[in-house]
């Protein structure tokens, strides 16, 4: 009999996103897409996503991802989505040979900002095109300019109610018992998903709690996008005062904004940043054994303007240090010269990063010691 197991994956790209979550029931999701790799630059580390995301569904005899999240709309999230996904408002975008998106999830400032460009102008104007059709979408929170937005395109905003999600829910459609995953939405929030015609994506980005269950162990998983401080510092606030504080552990925590110190604090620190009390309070939740993941270009060895930041990424060491766990970047992994994607799988023994030991010249696939995870 097969052992209960998900699986989460982790890509080098650089300073970019993407986590595809593959279900032991068979549904696979993709947190952003954001493909880098330069072709014709031999020096070019960073994955070819894309291959590496067909080789996947085609093993599975797959041409769809089940639910594919842009968290939001900034380039690291979506680069080069619109050339490979089949998207359903424009012929043009049908090509025959495109990944198909079942579910589309994304905050609503994906679908009420005014003024976006290029790949993200495309994404909006498919979420809209879901959104007034009324299927393949979820939207998550509800600020009024969404309402504003619907009721200008003709619709009735209690048409669409079941489409939307606010934080403090769990997702429609996923459920510890029959998929093995419940997704807690933790932002945006109404007030911070959008102001009118002048969006902040970060403060409006898509953060969740997967707390997979496989054998009677259960893992959480926090996904971050680019989350900064202050958002972290109100998500604690109102997570600690609903006394939902469980929510809010973490086995495996994919880092906001590629190991940035805006994440912990707006002081960067000269040697590590001392993250604000809420921050700081989020980190003492990760579970022994933990998994930190830095979706970032490799840790610089001095201070830059641009992340990752060595002080930023001092504190998460320590931080993974105190509770016996690791810190892993994924343009390190499995070695700075040839990084390659990070597997972890969630089992009945929690999740457990798969390793390439190098033996008499041949790579053999191996396991870490597992994450403790939580006895459901």
Request: aromatic share 8%; glycine share 6%; charged share 30%.
């Given at each position: 009999?097969?052992?209960?197991?998900?699986?989460?994956?982790f890509?080098?790209?650089?300073?970019?996103?993407?986590?595809l979550?593959?279900?032991?029931?068979?549904?696979?999701?993709?947190?952003?897409?954001?493909?880098?790799?330069?072709?014709?630059?031999?020096?070019?580390?960073?994955?070819d996503?894309?291959a590496a995301?067909?080789?996947?569904?085609?093993k599975?005899?797959r041409?769809?991802?089940?639910?594919?999240?842009?968290?939001h709309?900034?380039?690291?999230?979506?680069?080069?989505?619109?050339?490979?996904?089949?998207?359903?408002h424009?012929?043009?975008?049908?090509?025959?040979?495109?990944?198909?998106?079942?579910?589309?999830?994304?905050p609503?400032?994906?679908?009420?900002?005014?003024?976006?460009?290029?790949?993200?102008?495309?994404?909006?104007?498919?979420?809209?095109?879901?959104?007034?059709?009324?299927r393949?979408?979820?939207?998550?929170?509800?600020?009024?300019?969404?309402?504003?937005?619907?009721?200008?395109?003709?619709?009735?905003?209690?048409?669409?109610?079941h489409?939307?999600?606010?934080?403090?829910?769990?997702?429609?459609?996923?459920?510890?018992?029959?998929?093995?995953?419940?997704?807690?939405?933790?932002?945006?929030?109404?007030?911070?998903a959008?102001?009118?015609?002048?969006?902040?994506?970060n403060?409006?980005?898509?953060?969740?709690?997967?707390?997979?269950?496989?054998?009677?162990?259960?893992?959480?998983?926090?996904?971050?996008?680019?989350?900064?401080?202050?958002?972290?510092?109100?998500?604690?606030?109102v997570?600690?005062?609903?006394k939902?504080?469980?929510?809010?552990?973490?086995?495996?925590?994919?880092?906001?904004?590629?190991?940035?110190y805006?994440?912990?604090?707006?002081?960067?620190?000269?040697?590590?940043?001392?993250?604000?009390?809420?921050?700081?309070?989020?980190?003492?939740?990760?579970?022994?054994?933990a998994?930190?993941?830095?979706?970032?270009?490799?840790?610089p060895?001095?201070?830059?303007?641009?992340?990752?930041?060595?002080q930023?990424?001092?504190?998460?060491?320590?931080?993974?240090?105190?509770?016996?766990?690791?810190?892993?970047?994924?343009?390190?992994?499995?070695?700075?010269?040839?990084?390659?994607?990070?597997?972890?799988e969630?089992?009945?023994?929690?999740?457990?990063?798969?390793?390439?030991?190098?033996?008499?010249?041949?790579?053999?696939?191996?396991?870490?010691?597992?994450?403790?995870?939580?006895?459901?």
């Amino acid at each position: 009999m097969e052992t209960a197991m998900h699986q989460a994956t982790f890509f080098p790209l650089g300073n970019a996103d993407t986590c595809l979550l593959d279900l032991e029931c068979g549904k696979k999701l993709l947190f952003d897409f954001a493909h880098w790799e330069d072709a014709e630059d031999d020096k070019d580390l960073r994955i070819d996503l894309g291959a590496a995301l067909r080789e996947d569904l085609e093993k599975d005899e797959r041409d769809s991802f089940d639910v594919v999240a842009f968290t939001h709309l900034d380039d690291d999230h979506i680069h080069g989505a619109t050339d490979f996904f089949y998207l359903e408002h424009a012929k043009k975008y049908q090509d025959t040979d495109r990944i198909k998106i079942n579910e589309l999830w994304v905050p609503a400032a994906a679908i009420v900002e005014e003024g976006v460009k290029d790949e993200a102008n495309v994404i909006r104007a498919e979420a809209r095109h879901r959104l007034k059709q009324g299927r393949g979408i979820r939207v998550f929170s509800r600020p009024d300019a969404l309402k504003e937005w619907l009721e200008n395109a003709d619709l009735d905003p209690a048409s669409r109610q079941h489409l939307i999600t606010d934080a403090g829910q769990t997702v429609p459609g996923f459920t510890k018992q029959k998929h093995g995953v419940e997704f807690f939405v933790h932002s945006p929030f109404a007030k911070t998903a959008a102001d009118g015609s002048m969006v902040q994506r970060n403060p409006a980005s898509l953060v969740m709690q997967a707390s997979l269950l496989a054998g009677g162990c259960e893992t959480k998983l926090l996904l971050s996008a680019d989350t900064t401080h202050e958002i972290w510092s109100e998500i604690v606030g109102v997570t600690c005062y609903k006394k939902r504080e469980s929510r809010l552990a973490w086995d495996i925590f994919k880092l906001p904004h590629h190991c940035s110190y805006k994440s912990l604090s707006p002081e960067k620190g000269k040697s590590k940043t001392t993250p604000v009390d809420n921050v700081q309070w989020l980190l003492d939740q990760g579970l022994s054994g933990a998994l930190i993941v830095s979706s970032s270009e490799t840790i610089p060895g001095a201070d830059q303007k641009q992340p990752p930041h060595f002080q930023a990424a001092a504190k998460y060491k320590e931080t993974a240090g105190n509770i016996d766990g690791e810190f892993v970047v994924t343009m390190e992994h499995p070695k700075k010269t040839a990084p390659d994607k990070l597997i972890v799988e969630i089992g009945p023994d929690g999740a457990k990063r798969k390793k390439e030991i190098i033996a008499g010249g041949a790579a053999i696939t191996g396991s870490t010691a597992p994450r403790a995870g939580m006895d459901a």
